[in-house]
Every structure is written in C-alpha cells, then in structure tokens.
C-alpha cells in the first residue's frame, strides 16, 4: 500500500534550542492530516534527492498540524541546511507518512532515555503515558542546556524529568537512571548512536525499544553472494548479485519501490516477503520481527538461502 503522501505548508517556525528549528506542517486547505501516535515520523520530500525523515513531536490530537523539529547539522547531508534557510513560513513540501517503528507499548511503568534531537518521538510518549497512568521517569542529555529542545515543555513534569547538560553535570547516569527497574518496565531510548549502545549494555532486549538516527553495525549471518529474487506481483525474476542492493537490482529492473534513507533506519522501503528467509541487516525491525521474518528492508537487507519471494 502506498504511503499517505501530500502537500503541506510551513505554517510556522520557532526556535526551540540553539540550532533546532520546529516546524508546524498544514494542509493548504486546512483540511485533517491523518492520524498518527506517538514514535510516528514523516518522510519530508526536500527536493530531488533530498528526503529526510522527522518525528511527530506535537500532540497527536491535533489533526490539523504536524509538528516536527529539526536539528541544524553542518557537517550533515545537507537537508538540515536546507530546512533552516530554505523553508520559511508559507513554503510549501510534500511529505509521506506518517509511519511508526517506534510505538508506546502499554506498560505501567516506562523509563525514557534522550538524547540531543532524540527527545523528539519521547516527547508525546510522556504526554500519553501521562493519559494512561503509568508511572514514568525521563533522562534526557545534551551537550549544553540551551541545545537542548523543549525543556520548557518538560517542566510541568517535575522531578519525573532529570535535565543534564554534559558542559555542567556530565554524562548521564545511566547505570543509575536504568537500575532494578520492577517487572513490567519499558525503556524507550532515542538519540545518539553511543547513546543508545550504551542503554542496550545495560537493559534486557525484552525491555528495551530503540530508534536510531544513523545505522548500528548489522551482525551478519549470511554472505553477500548472489541469490534470486521472485517479485510476486510483478510477475518478475531478478538476481542479486554481490555488492548490489535487493533495492538496487527491482529499481534496476523497472520496479516502483517507496525508499528514502537507503541505510535500514528509516522503514519506508519495507517489504513484505512471502517465501524464503531475510538476512536482516537493519536498525528498525525488533528481534521478534527479524525471527518471524514477515518483512524486510530491501535497501540493505539480503538472504540468508538462494531464493526470496517478495510481495513487489
């Protein structure tokens, strides 16, 4: 199924840190956006090339704006440079989505985890464990205190919210933030790659739900030789050879796919497979969704025998 995908408008722009930039995204018509829940991000299409996903961070109830915040990185891609001097208020961008790799599971207790941008997808995770009664801590680092996005809206939390700017306290106090948490306990993490190997070190795999920016070294089961691809709908038989994508040899082959990060940690070109068995090789399935293997990202993920059959 193809995508929710759209054009919106910069209906406003405010600074909410040291070079972080939110945007409220509209419909031009002021019609409703779809709805979406906590852990959501959009595809924002910048221009040929140049598509870059964001968390949803304002309130899902509000179905006539989008919220996103984006961090200015100079030594990035450049599609955060282009977001903060190319796209003012009124301008108009496409977008696709919204999409959810990283949902709030019911639980009655949470510990939350942020780092830098990563408070993003936590921030209406707190809201909607707020709703529910759960009870919940935030740890959320960064570099200095005025980097750090939407402390404002974090203090009618409370003491449940422990702010630690590295330049005045140091690194956060994971080993203590995340000890003996009871039976039953969720921890979401979201920011930095160290960051998040650090509180997968310290966490049990049942416990703990990521989202990463950037891809993890993917442990690798299989060798990159070449396997056959069947593409079910498409009536189509394709070889992937050594050093080519799965991705790479359908678009190759005259197939429409929906991609973006080509990395494994956005989730738009996810395909669901039909026989055979994935190699998975991205930051966005969970161990139980690698173990079904019901789906896979075409972009970097290969397999583990000769033959795929895809849903392409």
């Not at 179905?63 to 903060?84: N, Q, T, Y």
């Not at 009871?182 to 989202?211: H, I, M, N, S």
């Not at 139980?288 to 789906?295: D, F, L, S």
Request: net charge negative.
């Amino acid at each position: 199924m193809t995508p929710y995908e759209t054009e919106v408008v910069v209906a406003r722009r405010e600074s909410v840190a040291d070079g972080v930039l939110a945007l409220t995204l509209r419909r031009p018509d002021g019609a409703e956006l779809p709805a979406w829940e906590p852990g959501a991000h959009i595809d924002v299409v910048l221009g040929p090339g140049l598509e870059r996903q964001y968390s949803l961070c304002g309130d899902p109830a509000d179905r006539h704006g989008w919220r996103i915040a984006v961090l200015r990185e100079p030594a990035g891609r450049g599609g955060s440079d282009h977001v903060h001097a190319r796209l003012g208020e009124g301008d108009g961008v496409r977008v696709r989505g919204p999409r959810n790799h990283f949902p709030l599971e019911p639980a009655p207790r949470y510990r939350f985890v942020a780092g830098g941008i990563g408070i993003t997808p936590i921030l209406p995770m707190l809201a909607a464990a707020e709703r529910a009664g759960a009870e919940w801590t935030l740890l959320y680092g960064g570099r200095t205190h005025a980097s750090m996005a939407f402390t404002g809206e974090l203090a009618r939390y409370g003491d449940r919210v422990r702010i630690v700017p590295q330049d005045e306290s140091g690194l956060l106090d994971l080993a203590g933030g995340l000890a003996g948490p009871p039976d039953g306990t969720l921890v979401y993490c979201c920011g930095p790659g160290p960051l998040l190997d650090a509180v997968e070190e310290l966490c049990p795999a049942e416990r703990l739900r990521v989202e990463r920016f950037s891809p993890k070294t993917p442990e690798v089961a299989g060798e990159d030789g070449p396997f056959e691809v069947v593409l079910e709908r498409s009536g189509r038989t394709l070889t992937v050879t050594a050093g080519v994508s799965v991705l790479d040899a359908v678009r190759a082959a005259g197939v429409e796919v929906l991609y973006s990060c080509t990395e494994g940690t956005c989730g738009t070109c996810e395909t669901d497979v039909l026989e055979g068995v994935p190699d998975h090789r991205d930051s966005v399935l969970t161990e139980e969704e690698r173990a079904a293997g019901e789906t896979m990202l075409i972009c970097v993920s290969r397999c583990r025998g000769k033959r795929l059959v895809l849903d392409l």
